[in-house]
């Protein structure tokens, strides 16, 4: 039992150090919802933490709002959880089907986009009562192996590039994924083996479960228990070894995926210009740009920087490879447009097609989604929003 148990902590400190995801330097907030693998996530990161191999920890725990009386027993689960491991604990509370009702759109997507604005303002206090700059901050997320190969079958059927079928990354920005090589099955024996000891920390629930079991979790009509209940298990009866194969897989797509992104960013910095709100009236009326001026730079450094106001991209652009232009275009599209909305083929596609080889078609006109304008003249390819669109074309 100890051997297995110090291997899960091993690997996960392995992880920590050579992915450069968080030292002593950070605070890290753990997002626990109260299932196997936060509940695991917790358990590791307070051992490593207490071991001092880590900097200071706090909990935040989400309640949804969607699945009742059960949403509110996750909650004082994770909050017993919490308790026993003397972490600090941030809950909140967010009404995602009220949301849904009111604005439309994907409940999973905004549950999301909910849930990750409340990790950034609980880091935001938690930092501030550590004394620890913002950008040293992490999100820590408990996604497994699992997660990276379910995602790699979602992103097969629904359809994706380079990018989505090398999975789930150890990190996005501040997010860490420190159990991304972790499979939920070792997750659950450690937490079991924590529990079987007797001499360490292990919470139950009323009923005696060492985790919580959300339903929806097997409800095929959820695309993504579909994958876990009925792909996957046939996958696994072909190939045993399926998620050490397939994670090895992603991680070589993703070597080469990253070296793509890297000559895409290049790109973003040679031939983009943000457009950023100007109170200049001749600049407002010229869009925000002025022959052989450059278009005032967002400001980077934010840790959210607003880039809905669009972009203009250079001429030269139409001079890089296809594949270079293909990648650009769309984290160009994915900075612009709200988070959770997926950049869809044709919307790059659209803003491709305002070069003709490697010259500009001026007097290109395209609408995508997000309504946003695509227009081309000499002096690049402007992408804003059509109401922006339609009120400089107004002004001219």
């Avoid at 959300?214 to 190939?239: G, H, W």
């Avoid at 880039?307 to 139409?318: E, K, L, Q, R, T």
């Avoid at 083929?345 to 995508?368: E, F, M, P």
């Amino acid at each position: 039992m100890k051997k297995n148990t110090q291997s899960i902590e091993e690997k996960t400190l392995r992880a920590l150090s050579e992915h450069g995801l968080a030292d002593k330097a950070n605070s890290l907030l753990l997002m626990v919802s109260g299932g196997s693998d936060s509940c695991g996530l917790a358990y590791v990161m307070h051992d490593l933490s207490q071991r001092g191999e880590i900097g200071p920890l706090a909990m935040l725990h989400v309640n949804h709002c969607i699945r009742g009386q059960q949403a509110d027993d996750d909650q004082r689960f994770v909050e017993a959880l919490a308790d026993a491991l003397g972490l600090p604990l941030f809950v909140c509370s967010i009404d995602i089907p009220a949301l849904v009702a009111s604005e439309g759109g994907n409940l999973e997507a905004i549950a999301r986009r909910e849930r990750y604005a409340a990790a950034r303002e609980a880091l935001r206090s938690m930092c501030a009562h550590e004394g620890i700059p913002y950008e040293k901050g992490r999100i820590c997320v408990a996604h497994t192996q699992n997660d990276r190969v379910e995602n790699f079958y979602m992103r097969s059927i629904v359809g994706t590039g380079p990018g989505g079928l090398a999975g789930m990354t150890w990190h996005t920005g501040n997010v860490i994924r420190p159990l991304l090589g972790i499979s939920r099955d070792e997750i659950r024996a450690y937490i079991e083996m924590r529990a079987a000891e007797g001499n360490r920390i292990a919470v139950t629930d009323d009923e005696g479960a060492l985790w919580r079991e959300d339903a929806t979790n097997d409800d095929t009509e959820y695309f993504r228990a579909y994958v876990r209940s009925t792909m996957i298990p046939l996958a696994l009866e072909k190939n045993p070894n399926l998620f050490e194969t397939l994670c090895r897989t992603m991680d070589l797509v993703a070597d080469e995926d990253a070296h793509l992104e890297n000559l895409a960013e290049q790109a973003i910095r040679a031939h983009v210009n943000w457009i950023a709100p100007s109170t200049d009236p001749l600049l407002d009326i010229m869009g925000g740009i002025l022959p052989d001026m450059r278009l005032a730079v967002v400001n980077e450094d934010d840790d959210s920087p607003d880039y809905s106001a669009g972009c203009v991209i250079a001429p030269a652009f139409g001079a890089e490879e296809l594949v270079i232009r293909r990648r650009t275009v769309f984290d160009v599209l994915s900075m612009i447009l709200p988070e959770e909305m997926r950049v869809e083929n044709a919307s790059v596609q659209a803003v491709l097609d305002a070069w003709d080889g490697d010259a500009i078609r001026s007097g290109y006109v395209a609408n995508i989604q997000g309504n946003l304008a695509i227009s081309a003249n000499k002096r690049g390819v402007r992408i804003e929003p059509m109401e922006a669109y339609r009120a400089r074309r107004k002004k001219l």
